[in-house]
């Protein structure tokens, strides 16, 4: 592979799913979710530092979340920290890193990689990565697709069609289309195909490529990221103009009908951790002293208080400094609407 | 009425089945467990104070808690608290104070009311203690009997016999017989006679004639409890070698067989607090800020943090500053068990 790789780390999303341990201030990329002593943003790091090198990787986060971004990670220098004066979704600020890599390496091929996921097994990570490449090197936007563990409704699906016949990345075929989070029939039938994966949002690209997909489909939003790249000053003025607008719509799916996206299969273990049942998944029954009769429970704690749970099944106990959250696994998605009451309760200072 | 009448309070019980808002060293008598701005103990003499003069009531209590006692009730004289350098049950409580209060007024009448009793009409509590009164000096011991308000397993019962026939105690009738807590189908029995109460532990006597039980049925206990009153000095060094026993068992039972024990019927609300279910049932759902969604919960608070709930039907969640509970309204009875839980887990500071 003659270019060099850019990772580029999307960390944006308060995770409303996992409040209250996630907060407007503190979201889940910041978090140490499941007692591994390095944040979800740190264990991305981590991980793509066994595919690149740590000076070709950049971060693009809220300014509300840059210093803490800075503080977690001291390798990262100041200039590769994107700072969004606000959300914009996913393509803005994949788009604008990417404009920002052209410019030091117009032949740099780059890979998008999100700030809150867990991915346990960095040998498989770093073949599917190096296979990404090699369809990005034959100018495909390559995306990493998860095998499904099971038709779950809670993921976009990729669906795979012939494979491109890319000597040294025999798995990568070509994606027919992107499906939104489908309802309960679709997603068995999706499994039932066999060609169907979990969208997890990772892209590879040359850099050139991804900015002609943008300046084709997308010329007012391409023209803005990449006058950043000229003038830094202007993006305070300008960047509240943009569409907020997730690159799987931006590109990944009109470009899939023109027969540009590729997929990889990831091989490796994959966790998202959306929502408190996926958390349970991932961690052992309670992170404090605990007592639980006549049933099971999942207990988070940051307070380090007993936690005393009598005759419920698959709860979920949440417990911090300020606010406690009961629940159940089957209710864990709902925890998105607890906090849409409280909002409308008028205590966003609990969010 | 000719003779004067003292109460008692026997102020004792941890109440295991409130924790973790009951403790050792706050049990459940000097909590204000409904939000009234009053202690169940303050309560009780609140209820008494309507029906005696403050100057004759008494409160029996453990050593620990006869500072917290005082400090609640200032207009309590200390020589009419008496504290028990452990716990006898009620028999020596209330027997103790009975000998003090008859070496005082030898013809006093005497009755006993739990420290922790919820009782919403006074006046028709004023109206049982009268009719019991009557009861009294006629040489009975007379309990009030409080009407079932279904068939619970969690009383003891009282089952009436005949009117007494006395003139001014229109209501009052020999007691046939108590008996222990039943199972379901025995208490559902019990409710269809119609002649069965709750045993609430409310006993109104002569104190001569509770002292005359005490020493033809338990002489040994008699001559400790009287010599007290003689040599009050003495009571740390026998104190320790008293039975363990209630007054049900002790002259409740063997005197209604002989046909000494009369009831008259309580027409007001009462409610003992015997679990957090019964909590539930006295107070609104919750005393902090709370969202509960797909659900209902009971919610009980010493932090004030703002607590979610989703997803579960009678749900209870008791939030204290070192130790949280989350149960259900059918597993309220299992807090106990749970604080055994604790207890093996060499938490006892927990309870």
Redesign the interface.
């Known amino acids: 592979m003659t270019s060099s790789f850019y990772a580029i780390i999307p960390a944006g999303g308060a995770g409303t799913r996992l409040w209250?341990l996630s907060r407007a201030t503190r979201p889940k990329f910041l978090l140490d979710l499941d007692g591994s002593g390095r944040s979800l943003l740190q264990r991305t790091w981590d991980r793509l530092i066994e595919v690149t090198d740590p000076s070709r990787i950049f971060v693009v986060t809220g300014q509300d979340h840059a210093d803490a971004v800075r503080a977690q990670l001291p390798e990262l220098g100041d200039d590769r920290v994107l700072a969004e004066p606000a959300p914009r979704d996913s393509m803005p600020a994949i788009g604008w890193a990417a404009s920002v890599i052209a410019r030091l390496d117009p032949d740099a091929i780059i890979g998008s990689f999100a700030a809150d996921q867990i991915i346990d097994d960095s040998p498989a990570f770093a073949e599917a990565v190096r296979q990404a490449r090699i369809a990005a090197e034959a100018d495909y936007v390559c995306t990493i697709g998860v095998s499904p563990s099971g038709p779950s409704t809670a993921f976009g699906y990729i669906e795979s069609g012939d494979n491109l016949g890319l000597a040294p990345a025999p798995e990568a075929r070509a994606v027919v289309r992107f499906a939104e989070k489908p309802d309960a029939t679709t997603a068995a039938a999706f499994l039932a195909t066999g060609r169907h994966s979990w969208n997890a949002g990772m892209f590879v690209s040359k850099a050139s490529v991804l900015i002609g997909h943008l300046r084709r489909l997308h010329p007012d939003l391409a023209a803005s990221l990449e006058s950043w790249a000229d003038e830094p000053e202007r993006l305070d003025a300008t960047w509240a103009r943009l569409p907020a607008i997730a690159i799987d719509h931006a590109i990944a799916e009109p470009v899939a009908a023109e027969g540009g996206i590729a997929t990889v299969p990831a091989t490796f273990a994959w966790n998202d951790i959306g929502d408190f049942g996926a958390l349970a998944d991932l961690s052992s029954g309670a992170n404090v002293?605990s007592?639980v009769?006549?049933g099971s429970?999942f207990i988070s704690s940051t307070t380090g208080?007993?936690?005393?749970?009598?005759?419920?099944e698959d709860?979920i106990?949440v417990?911090t400094?300020?606010?406690?959250?009961?629940?159940?696994r089957?209710?864990a998605q709902?925890?998105k609407?607890?906090t849409e009451?409280?909002r409308e309760?008028g205590?966003a200072d609990?969010l």
């Not at 208080?305 to 419920?312: A, E, F, N, Q, Y």
């Not at 400094?321 to 159940?328: E, F, I, P, S």
């Open positions: 209250p002293e007592v009769l006549d429970a208080r007993p936690v005393t749970v009598i005759g419920l709860a106990v417990d400094g300020d606010a406690l959250l009961v629940t159940t089957a209710h709902r925890v609407q607890a009451a409280w309760k205590r609990l």
